[in-house]
């Protein structure tokens, strides 16, 4: 949602800022803009579009000067627009970047019309630029116009802040979405994501809610919410977290599926050893709340709602403690009842999703724990949980999840196991499904050689405008993510059913013009899954089937098969998920869709 960056330096940061925006482009690219402060003038361009459009404009017509503010917009108040595009300015001094929600700008929108202000944007962002300068009218430094007003703003913000009469500050402030600080030799940045910044430092600071800061080339001041002056830690990003370029694949999201054995590795790395979960790896406090949980409560949304729907099977099935997952958007806002000694467990790859902040925020007193698991260390998710489990995935930056889902369901694996132990799971199956975990990076690797057969079962779905996914059991979750995952990059309206509700409505759909995709690994439902999909033969509906490794399910006319390798049955969720992804992504390559961008969507949803 939304990519800020910002930079002071004493050479040139148009070049940074651009190139910034690209690395941040995932999170919106409805429009971008860039504000350079140059000579007394701030120099702004904003296009419509993707952000080369803005770099098109750039070398037309270069902004010069060693302090700006850009950003790349994912539009949620007024339509994508040059107008509404940000950076958005108070007069001709005062340049403003926004990513998030000011909720109550309509009521301060009016107040400063009255007063004279103009609008030119549809924008909520417009009202902290003008904001602002009521503030320094009224004498305030642009630290103290910068503090009045974040008092009067209600929302998630993070912003980025110049002003001609300061041209060697970059202010910044945070609320709710992310704000990264980067901290460089002689000169200094800020962004939504660190992913931004890394080809000019690897060191930065996170901000906490509340925090205000201000840059300067050689020195960097933070306050907190209450105006104290505060320390905030530097840390240094470990270059191993992976990388931000695509390199030989034609699509981040094609070398994200790629990269799943390696993160497979990386996800178990310091977790397990000698057919054993290391349990410090959730922290010092783990075992103690793992011996007390009654039950756990799954939220998250999207994708890692999926990631938790399957949680909710295994650890139903092998701790034996009810488990209830629900969307965040929906969990936030009713009276949600919460047995004694619940473990609240939050699902985000970004660690920013703003409805599950705000789970986490509305129930954290009332449960036993909070435990994040997430791809982001730093995250506000992670920083205000009690413990936390990274996914080590390295950065995502398809907008369609794909290893982050992976290295989710292994990270809800292990903690299945690390509170199994607590409440009665064998020595023998802990070996057992810790030696299934170990199986993993080499089993993905060989999926991935599927590749080509399920590039050429993708032709059946290019002319196609609906599909419906089926699964059972644990893998009723996995066909949801599959018709997600189709929906979300190829356009195509895809459902998910469990199997068996086939006949109480979805089967009225069934034609040929209908595809049918089921998840059909060897378990105890393989017969009832094949009854249910006798069903849809019945209908003339044309079956494509990802079946296990036993050969009961052949292919015949209108029924297309591909089998995977054998597998511990444990790894099922994990293994059927990865042909799904490979489908999905041939299909939308297939139709010419913009893979990495779809439209519409935007990664790290940090807007309500
Ligand atoms: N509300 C602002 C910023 C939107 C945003 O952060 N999206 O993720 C706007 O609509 O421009």
């Known amino acids: 949602m939304c990519g800020i960056v910002g930079a002071i330096a004493a050479r040139p940061v148009a070049g940074i800022l651009l190139e910034g925006l690209r690395r ?5 690219y409805d429009s971008a803009g860039m504000a350079v402060l140059d000579q007394g003038t701030i120099n702004r361009l904003r296009r419509i579009g993707k952000v080369q459009a803005l770099a098109d404009a750039c070398e037309q017509q270069p902004l010069p000067g060693g302090l700006g503010i850009a950003h790349t917009r994912w539009a949620t108040h007024g339509k994508p627009s040059e107008q509404n595009a940000h950076p958005h300015m108070s007069g001709e001094g005062l340049a403003v970047v926004h990513n998030g929600i000011i909720e109550n700008f309509e009521p301060l929108k009016q107040e400063l019309q009255q007063q004279g202000y103009v609008f030119t944007s549809e924008t909520d962002t417009e009202v902290v630029a003008h904001l602002l300068d009521r503030e320094l009218q009224g004498g305030f430094d642009l630290r103290a116009a910068l503090r009045n007003t974040l008092a009067r703003l209600a929302g998630a913000f993070a912003l980025g802040v110049i002003h001609v009469d300061q041209p060697h500050q970059l202010l910044t402030a945070r609320k709710g979405s992310p704000l990264v600080i980067g901290v460089g030799i002689g000169e200094n940045f800020i962004a939504s994501d660190q992913l931004a910044l890394l080809p000019v430092t690897d060191r930065f600071m996170y901000l906490e809610d509340g925090d205000i800061a201000l840059l300067e080339a050689d020195h960097i001041q933070v306050w907190d919410a209450q105006g104290q002056v505060a320390e905030r830690a530097v840390t240094t990003f470990e270059r191993s977290q992976g ?104 699902l985000s790859q970004s660690g920013e999703t703003a409805d599950t902040l705000a789970a986490l925020r509305a129930v954290q007193d009332r449960v036993l724990a909070t435990l994040a698991i997430c791809n982001v260390p730093g995250s506000s998710l992670v920083r205000e949980s009690d413990l936390s489990l990274m996914t080590n995935a390295g950065p995502e930056i398809g907008v369609a999840s794909t290893k982050a889902f992976t290295s989710q369901l292994v990270a809800l694996m292990l903690t299945t196991i690390a509170l199994g132990r607590r409440h009665g799971l064998s020595g023998e199956r802990e070996t057992e499904l810790v030696a299934a975990l170990e199986q993993l990076p080499g089993l993905l ?164």
């Not at 709602?305 to 701790?319: D, L, P, R, S, T």
């Open 24 to 28: 941040l482009e995932y999170r919106g």
């Open 243 to 346: 990388s931000a370029e695509k390199g030989e694949f034609r699509h981040f999201m094609l070398k994200e599926i790629y990269e799943q054995p390696r993160v497979m590795q990386a996800v178990l790395e310091g977790r397990i050893a000698s057919g054993h979960l290391l349990e410090q790896a959730f922290g010092a406090a783990a075992g103690a709340v793992f011996d007390q949980v009654k039950q756990v409560q799954i939220v998250a949304c999207g994708t890692s709602f999926h990631a938790g729907m399957v949680a909710k099977y295994w650890i139903e099935e092998w701790v034996g403690i009810p488990c209830m997952v629900e969307v965040a958007s929906e969990f936030r806002y009713r009276p949600v009842v919460l047995p004694r000694d619940t473990l609240l467990l939050t």
């Open 445 to 608: 690797q060989q999926l991935l050689a599927l590749d080509g057969p399920i590039e050429e079962m993708s032709a059946h779905f290019a002319e196609k405008h609906h599909a419906l996914f089926l699964g059972r059991n644990v893998l009723y979750p996995v066909a949801m993510e599959g018709a997600l995952k189709l929906k979300e990059i190829s356009y195509i309206h895809a459902e998910a059913y469990p199997a068996g509700e086939l006949k109480h409505g979805p089967l009225a759909l069934v034609d040929k013009e209908m595809p049918v995709i089921a998840v059909a690994p060897r378990n105890g439902m393989l017969d009832k899954l094949k009854a249910n999909l006798q069903e849809v033969r019945a209908r003339g509906g044309e079956l494509f089937v990802f079946a296990g490794c036993d050969q009961s399910i052949q292919a015949q006319e209108g029924v297309h098969v591909i089998h995977l390798p054998a597998l511990p049955a444990v790894l099922d969720p994990i293994a059927f998920t990865l042909p799904l992804q490979l489908l999905s992504y041939h299909v939308a390559v297939l139709k010419g869709t913009d893979v990495d961008q779809p439209r519409n969507l935007a990664k790290s949803v940090t807007v309500e």
